[in-house]
């Protein structure tokens, strides 16, 4: 079934006496404590959603209607003089100062807006009401829409969640009274992101209905407005009966800053003049872990503010002992913003008396035409809208009258006035201001109900109603850039527009419109405004519709960096020029963010510097593919800019090809030579034993003709942008070249190159080597090497006779060169070991008694009976008169019942005194083979 509209008795308000003005104080005033310590009344939202339907379920309970009902609005006179009478309104000092029309360009862009509350939902569901009173504000992951009747809570995109009365929102319950007391008018919502609150206020009508009412003040636990708890409070603004004089709260206006809520209202007295009231409670107390209300403060009587003083809802972070700020219009003239200061000092809060920035005079606001509309949209009057302060300006805005150039010497047409006031000081000063207004000569478009909102950028959207005689009611808005010139606003631009004509009057025959709007800050993001503003809908005849609508300051542009990193490197350096760039700082859910295409790319941290200027750092991995990446700024809004290959990952220097170690004889060339990758240019340096070569800078590094000061440790260097890597060590060996039996016959100590030997036997360091086609062998040494068996190396060293009697080589360098295999040579034990070679005392030595050749270092294979000796040694007799020493390594076994045996090993030699005598060095176990 359709809820139907509550019924709710209008207050009507009899033409007021007037008496004269109190005056204002002239010093700095400490308030009445009207409250103190008082506990919350706690809420959920699903409670408050019970209430709303036992509401109407319950057996004689109310029921709603589709009647709409209209919000009281008092009829006052605009101007007065001491004794109240009225007077004629004066220009103020500065009034002839020329005023911009919207400019031609509209420097934020509207995205895609949704519907809100509308009044054909209302009286369908909760009641409707004539104004709504369009006020909503955005938050972390909601939209928040308060309306005379209902809070409705939305997604970011639009999609209602859920929808309550205001009344049900509303509810508190002290000491047995439940309260509000017969409904609720002027709802103010805004989050916070001080504190990641939302609060949230309302009058009641009081009771009786018209008199004596009070403020509600709702705050939220969480940033979540639906699944979270509210704490609620009455704020006793009220003032009882005097006499036969009852006294009503209305327009109520709110504001937070770090250190408390603030509250303004006008007051008006059955029989008195109405005036202005104040009101301060501090924030730490409802927003502690136990929250309540702390002392509440009021300043009453206040008389030189017109309409409800504007609290600013501050989004800067305000010391202990800093001020708050409030402002209204001018209660004597139509020009002027009049203000007071709050302060805090050990709790206790103490209120400036009202000061005055001058600012141009303007005319009465005229009502606007509106096409189907027979009576004038009501515009109200010129109280200021609302007030919001960033970066130490104070922004607000109000209705005036104009003519064609924006001047106040007539009305013919309503603008809006926005200002920026500096408040860095104990006073603040007017730093810019200007009015948005239609210069057409005729049928101008009249523009009303302003909210002004200025992000962290210092860039700033006024959101406004406007209508013309041959256009239905609109949303609009406009705004400017920081770098804008004083005074100017871009052009307005139609967010939603008018579908049908609207009117619905009151019972003084006023065609309601307003009374307010507003324009909020985004939380997420400090860049994003949103605002919500009402237009005439076609979803039936003369309904009021809200629309929201997010506006973004310009994208981002980003100049290309050109820069370079490279792989593995920590703490790539990216500086960004460009412009719009912004950070909100710490507390902001979204941040300026860099990032780059392709892997590899970790650690991400961005500086914000200006706005035209950011720094970010990152880190590669080392196999972070090379090459050019797009490189995308991203504001916090989520508008971006991108330069395709802004930065270009290279890849240091690296070997795939290593030098190789080389053996030349005296007179050879020799050329050593590298393959290196990495992003080029290379550069290349060789150096020998540690010492740079002159000239020597290329990929490969020729010796025509090798001497033995040539020989060495050459290295090569090669570079680029990303360091510098040094190649494995390559030596150049260099000697004589010599065949084994040449080498067998140098001198002592003189330096040899073998070339192409083949290794035939290994034994730790040490080795022998064979000429395959001479038939000749010959020990080698070398401390730490390994040789194979079966490898054909290259060696350069010196040719030395060891403690055994044998010639040795001591290989300084030794080159692999590919593998070959030797047999061995089939001798008798007679002939194993042969003569000297080449004669006695030059070379190598024979053995005792040897006869022919000298073979000793050649691999060798004989047959004969076996002996054992010990387990290392055995003994082979083949019949020829020598009984051959065989000597085992470590790990062959040999067995004493053998009888015949075929052993291949090296022949080679031991002393016993002067005497050299053979013996055959087996290799390993395969070297035996038993007959028998």
Request: glycine letters at 10%; a negative charge; hydrophobic letters at 35%.
């Amino acid at each position: 079934m359709r809820f139907v509209i509550l019924c709710l008795s209008l207050v009507l308000y009899p033409a007021l006496c007037l008496r004269p003005l109190v005056a204002a104080p002239s010093v700095d005033l400490r308030g009445e404590i009207i409250s103190s310590g008082v506990p919350p009344f706690s809420d959920t939202w699903d409670r408050m959603l019970q209430r709303d339907i036992s509401a109407v379920t319950r057996p004689g309970g109310p029921k709603r209607s589709r009647e709409v009902k209209s919000k009281p609005m008092p009829v006052v006179p605009r101007f007065r003089g001491p004794t109240g009478e009225e007077v004629a309104p004066r220009l103020a000092p500065g009034s002839d100062v020329p005023f911009f029309p919207p400019g031609p360009l509209a420097p934020q862009t509207a995205d895609t807006g949704f519907m809100t509350s509308n009044l054909l939902d209302e009286i369908n569901t909760l009641g409707g009401y004539i104004p709504p009173d369009t006020m909503g504000a955005i938050g972390p992951n909601h939209f928040v829409v308060t309306i005379n009747s209902s809070i409705a809570v939305y997604t970011r995109a639009g999609a209602r969640l859920s929808h309550v009365s205001l009344d049900s929102f509303f509810t508190v319950i002290v000491d047995g009274t439940t309260y509000p007391r017969n409904s609720t008018t002027d709802p103010r919502i805004l989050f916070d992101q001080r504190s990641n609150r939302w609060f949230a206020s309302v009058l009641e009508f009081g009771q009786p209905s018209g008199s004596n009412n009070h403020i509600m003040l709702a705050v939220s636990r969480t940033s979540d407005p639906i699944g979270g708890t509210w704490d609620k409070y009455v704020i006793p603004v009220g003032i009882p009966r005097s006499g036969p004089d009852t006294f009503f709260t209305d327009f109520e206006t709110l504001g937070v800053d770090d250190n408390g809520v603030y509250l303004g209202m006008r007051i008006f007295g059955k029989f008195s003049p109405d005036v202005a009231k104040i009101a301060a409670t501090q924030k730490a107390s409802l927003v502690a872990v136990s929250p309540s209300l702390g002392a509440v403060y009021q300043w009453s009587d206040i008389t030189d503010m017109w309409s409800s003083p504007q609290p600013a809802h501050n989004q800067d972070p305000v010391p202990p002992s800093g001020a708050a700020w409030f402002v209204s219009s001018s209660s004597s003239t139509r020009a002027n913003i009049h203000y007071r200061r709050l302060t805090w000092s050990g709790g206790v809060p103490t209120l400036s008396a009202t000061s005055v920035v001058t600012t141009p005079g303007y005319a009465v606001p005229p009502n606007a035409p509106a096409n189907g509309s027979s009576v004038p949209v009501n515009v109200t009057d010129d109280r200021l809208q609302m007030a919001v302060i960033r970066g130490n300006r104070l922004w607000t805005c109000r209705n005036v009258g104009l003519d064609s150039s924006g001047g106040g010497s007539s009305a013919t047409r309503c603008g809006c006035e926005w200002f920026e006031l500096d408040v860095s000081g104990v006073s603040p000063s007017l730093f810019q201001s200007g009015r948005v207004y239609d210069p057409a000569s005729s049928n101008p478009r009249y523009y009303y109900f302003p909210s002004v909102m200025v992000n962290g950028q210092g860039h700033a959207v006024m959101g406004f109603s406007g209508s013309k005689s041959t256009e239905y009611i609109g949303a609009y808005a406009c705004g400017r850039l920081s770098a804008d010139a004083a005074g100017a606003m871009g052009a307005v631009m139609t967010i939603k527009a008018g579908e049908a004509p609207y009117q619905r009057t009151d019972g003084s025959g006023r065609n309601r419109w307003g009374d307010y709007s507003y324009t909020s800050l985004d939380p997420n993001d400090g860049m994003s405004i949103w605002t919500i503003q009402e237009y005439a809908s076609n979803l039936a005849s003369s309904i009021w519709s809200t629309w929201t609508t997010r506006l973004s300051s310009p994208a981002p542009t980003l100049d290309n960096p050109a820069a370079v990193g490279c792989q593995g490197q920590t703490g790539c350096v990216l500086s960004l020029t460009g412009t719009g760039f912004y950070d909100p700082g710490p507390g902001y859910a979204n941040r300026l963010n860099v990032s780059l295409t392709g892997d590899g790319i970790s650690n991400y941290q961005v500086t914000y510097d200006s706005s035209t200027s950011a720094t970010a750092t990152f880190d590669t991995a080392p196999d972070a593919t090379s090459g050019p990446r797009n490189v995308t700024l991203t504001n916090p809004d989520g508008q971006l800019a991108t330069v395709t290959g802004g930065f270009t990952i290279l890849a240091p220097p690296v070997f795939t090809v290593q030098p190789s170690s080389l053996v030349r004889c005296i007179g050879q060339s020799a050329t050593f030579c590298v393959t290196a990758g990495g992003s080029p240019p290379l550069s290349y340096q060789w150096s020998k034993n540690g010492d740079s070569i002159p000239g020597a800078t290329s990929s490969c590094y020729t010796i025509p003709s090798c001497s033995l000061t040539d020989a060495g440790d050459y290295t090569c260097a090669v570079s680029n942008s990303c360091g510098t890597v040094s190649s494995s060590v390559a030596s150049l060996g260099v000697g004589s070249c010599a065949t084994i039996p040449e080498a067998k016959a140098t001198s002592s100590a003189d330096p040899v190159a073998l070339i192409d030997k083949v290794v035939t036997a290994a034994f730790g360091d040490v080795f022998y080597v064979q000429e395959p086609a001479l038939k000749s062998g010959i020990r080698a040494h070398r401390t730490g090497y390994a040789a194979s068996i079966g490898a054909v190396l290259d060696l350069s060293g010196v040719v030395q006779t060891n403690a055994d009697g044998e010639r040795e080589i001591e290989a300084g360098v030794i080159v692999p060169d590919g593998t070959a295999t030797i047999d061995p040579v089939a001798l008798n034990n007679k002939w194993i070991g042969g003569g000297d070679w080449p004669s006695p005392g030059l070379g190598q030595g024979g053995i005792l008694g040897g006869v022919g050749l000298n073979n000793i270092g050649l691999l060798i294979r004989t047959l004969g009976k076996f002996s054992f000796v010990d387990a290392s040694t055995f003994t082979v007799d083949d019949g020829s008169g020598v009984n051959l020493k065989c000597v085992v390594p470590a790990g062959v076994t040999l067995n004493p019942a053998w009888q015949y045996v075929v052993v291949t090993g090296i022949s080679s030699c031991y002393t016993v005194g002067t005497d050299l005598n053979r013996r055959l060095l087996v290799r390993d176990q395969a070297d035996i083979i038993p007959i028998m």
